[in-house]
């Protein structure tokens, strides 16, 4: 009798402890690189938090050391982040390797659909392998790799004039890649009220993705392919195409005839500064911090304007943004996963762009406002239209440190050709995918 | 006697415990003395290190826990050791170790060769010498990468002005010729006071009555320096290449701050190499065979130089 009492008992211990700890508010770790739009994300989850008494804690990593210190808690299983909002090319290694929880039951369960979201966003953010109905995220934030530059310089007359004088053309935004590389020409070591200022800041920093990022800008233009036939890894003739090598040897001439000297490991930060300083024409960067480079009290409102990556033989631009997830590690993915059904509200949506960050969401880039919403907003629809991304391999991390190492060889310190820059990094990658079994 | 420390502690020795104590014989009480050292050390460094040489013949991979290790026997030893890019960056360890080395022997033994002479304010001068060692190295990098910056750096305007150039013609930390040597000047700013001060040890522990004997045999001061002075001191320089050479051997902070290992891969010294394979590649297991390599050309070196070492002394 004392033990059938002490089973029931138990039993109901149990279930209760079970229904407080799925009622109960949670603390929620959200992760993610620490610039403007995380800041905007800690004022949007407010409404969340007030909505579903849950609480938001922020793990927010400088971009430089983003990935290693994200991917080593993933890799160590640790229990940090609860939500994670991690970039589009560690998809692959999150699926494969049970980082993230796969979230197509949930979706299915809250009425989530896919079909609500940009195609290219989530291709990109969303699915492995590439393409199939298999979602470990909700596009969260949509970027691309853009440009910006000082309007009030290029509608000067006395600059106008002798730009027609150097060029036969009027100074107007760049066309085509080949035009981008003439106006930062014309500005580089120009003198502008006394100051020496140079033509434009460029991704050169050899860490983490920097250069990669910067190179691809120009290599999808020409029409870079990784693999002859998607999924072949069959790469000879694709990554070292001539036109691969011709965009290759144009960001060299760019690095080395147009950038402020002392450029050589430069990426998101360093462009920022060079712009805000007024030390170039122009810059390269992602779409995510042009609203906060349009609100800059320097250098922001009228003197400042953007457009999308020029293209060459074709338009490409260099995907950047991430999808959100729930890390597998967690013990709280009940509230996680609540956070995102909140999240992929249409309304929760407008609002996030309204704030800065930049919604993948269709009812945000439909609506008919979204282009007069801001100076840049209609740029970030024409670039999202022709995104390329790097491999979304799980080896991703092998695959862009042999890049990066490949390309800051050839374009910075001038070493070899960039025929054997690309033939190089061929052999690198076909040495990764041959450990990894694919060929 | 009966007052003396070791009756009092013997005395206040719980009786339980002296019993069991009386009963151990003195090798079992030093065992329990050692045992705990031995266990920190065979768990800390002699594990680690067996653990490493086994992954160092796998294919293992720290990021990839799912997939299948396959012993793969000697094929990361053989792929290392036939990667010109390894010996690119082996090249690099060995120009920044051989010319830190000299430099900072060279400049820290004649800076305590002058530190060693009584003046005014010699103590104050010691201070000022020592304090590069005395910041961190990411502070160091850092503020050298600014320093060294083509536009706003004093270095670059220093060198203009003594050489006529302009400042931003030339980057010290983006040039492939000149990035080398950046790093080798920033290292031996920073650590030519830690030699010199070995040095200064070794300067002052020289009896003077040795330099009074030479004196009254009338030794040239120049025949003082070169037969009494630099053999005398030659034991502690060579401690302080040693310590510096592993340490250099390992550099990887520094190098980081200031270049990451560019210009391209100029700069990419082999403990950043492997940071890169094991951490950021994840290629584990061939990164354990580096480091076992690495780790046996540090050994196998330092050993040689110790021998050399005690032969000194031994003069």
């Known amino acids: ?439 | 006697m009966s007052d003396k420390t070791i009756n009092r502690v013997a005395k206040a020795t719980p009786r339980r415990l002296a019993r069991k104590v009386r009963g151990l014989s003195d090798r079992a009480i030093a065992w329990i003395f050692v045992g705990p050292t031995i266990f920190l050390l065979l768990a800390i460094n002699i594990f680690p290190l067996i653990w490493t040489i086994n992954l160092s013949f796998t294919n293992f991979k720290a990021n990839r826990i799912n997939r299948a290790v396959d012993y793969i026997g000697l094929r990361n030893y053989e792929r290392i050791l036939t990667d010109g890019d390894i010996w690119l960056s082996m090249q690099a360890t060995a120009h920044f170790l051989f010319w830190t080395i000299f430099f900072q022997v060279l400049i820290g033994f004649a800076l305590a060769w002058l530190i060693n002479r009584k003046f005014k304010g010699n103590d104050i001068w010691t201070t000022i010498i020592v304090l590069p060692m005395m910041l961190s190295p990411a502070v160091v990098g850092n503020f050298w990468t600014f320093l060294y910056q083509p536009q706003i750096g004093l270095f670059n305007y220093v060198v203009a002005f003594f050489t006529g150039a302009d400042p931003s013609s030339f980057e010290m930390l983006g040039s492939v010729d000149l990035a080398p040597w950046s790093i080798v000047i920033v290292d031996t700013w920073m650590w030519t006071p830690f030699v010199m001060l070995i040095c200064l040890a070794g300067l002052r522990s020289i009896p003077d009555y040795i330099y009074e004997a030479a004196e009254v045999d009338r030794a040239s001061k120049l025949r003082q320096f070169f037969t009494i002075t630099i053999p005398m001191v030659m034991p502690f320089l060579m401690l302080a290449v040693l310590f510096r050479g592993i340490e250099n051997f390992k550099m990887f902070d520094l190098v980081v701050q200031l270049t990451g290992g560019g210009p391209g891969s100029t700069t990419e010294l082999a403990s950043i190499n492997l940071k890169r394979e094991a951490f950021e590649k994840w290629r584990t297991g061939y990164s354990s065979a580096f480091a076992i390599i690495l780790f046996v050309t540090v050994f196998g070196l330092a050993s040689i130089y110790v021998k050399a070492l005690n032969k000194v002394k031994e003069r």
């Not at chain 1, 700890?21 to 004022?43: F, G, I, K, R, S």
């Not at chain 1, 020496?196 to 050899?206: D, H, K, M, N, S």
């Not at chain 1, 996030?352 to 930049?358: F, K, T, V």
């Not at chain 1, 050839?410 to 960039?418: C, E, I, L, P, R």
Request: net charge negative.
């Open chain 1, 1 to 439: 009798m004392n033990s059938h009492k002490l089973a029931t008992a138990s039993v109901i211990a149990i279930a209760a402890a079970t229904f407080a700890n799925t009622a109960q508010a949670e603390e929620l770790t959200l992760c993610w690189a620490a610039w403007d739009p995380a800041n905007a994300l800690v004022e949007l989850s407010k409404e969340f938090e007030a909505e579903s008494g849950h609480s938001m804690s922020f793990e927010f990593v400088p971009w430089p050391n983003f990935a290693d210190r994200m991917l080593n808690e993933l890799n160590s299983g640790g229990q940090l982040c609860d939500l994670l909002i991690g970039d589009s090319q560690w998809i692959g290694g999150g699926a494969e390797n049970g980082h993230y929880v796969k979230l197509n039951d949930f979706f299915d369960t809250a009425g989530i659909s896919m079909d609500d979201f940009a195609d290219a966003t989530v291709y990109a953010y969303s699915t492995w392998p590439k393409g199939t109905p298999n979602y470990y995220a909700l596009p969260a934030m949509g970027d691309a790799n853009g440009w910006f530059y000082r309007k009030d310089w290029f509608e000067r007359e006395d600059i106008r004039a002798a730009f027609m004088e150097q060029t036969g053309r009027e100074l107007a935004e760049p066309t085509s890649q080949l035009e981008l590389l003439e106006i930062a020409q014309f500005f580089q070591g120009r003198e502008i009220d006394g100051n020496t200022v140079y033509g434009a800041a460029i991704f050169t920093e050899r860490g983490s993705e920097g250069i990669t990022m910067g190179v691809t800008g120009a290599l999808y233009p020409w029409g870079f392919k990784y693999e002859n036939t998607p999924g072949s890894y069959d790469m000879e003739g694709a990554v070292n195409s001539p036109e691969a090598v011709e965009a290759l040897e144009f960001y060299k001439e760019f690095y080395q005839t147009a950038t402020p000297p002392g450029y050589t490991n430069a990426y998101m930060g360093e462009s920022l500064d060079a712009f805000k300083s007024g030390q170039v024409a122009m810059a390269m960067n992602w779409f995510a911090f042009f609203p906060g480079l349009y609100a800059d009290p320097g250098v922001g409102g009228d003197k400042i304007d953007f457009f999308v990556n020029p293209p060459q033989n074709y338009a490409g631009s260099t995907l950047g943004g991430q999808g959100i997830s729930v890390v597998s590690y967690s013990d709280k993915q009940d509230a996680a996963l609540e956070y995102i059904a909140w999240f992929a509200q249409p309304e929760v949506q407008a609002k996030w762009w309204g704030l800065g960050g930049y919604s993948a969401h269709n009812s945000v880039l439909n609506d008919p406002g979204f282009e007069a919403s801001a100076p840049f907003a209609g740029d970030f629809l024409v670039a999202m239209q022709d995104v390329k991304d790097f491999w979304q391999e799980p080896v991703y991390a092998e695959l862009l440190l042999s890049m990066q190492k490949r390309m800051h060889d050839y374009v910075v310190a001038d070493q070899g050709t960039a025929q054997e820059a690309l033939d190089l990094l061929i052999q690198d990658w076909t040495e990764v995918f041959e450990d990894e079994g694919k060929l």
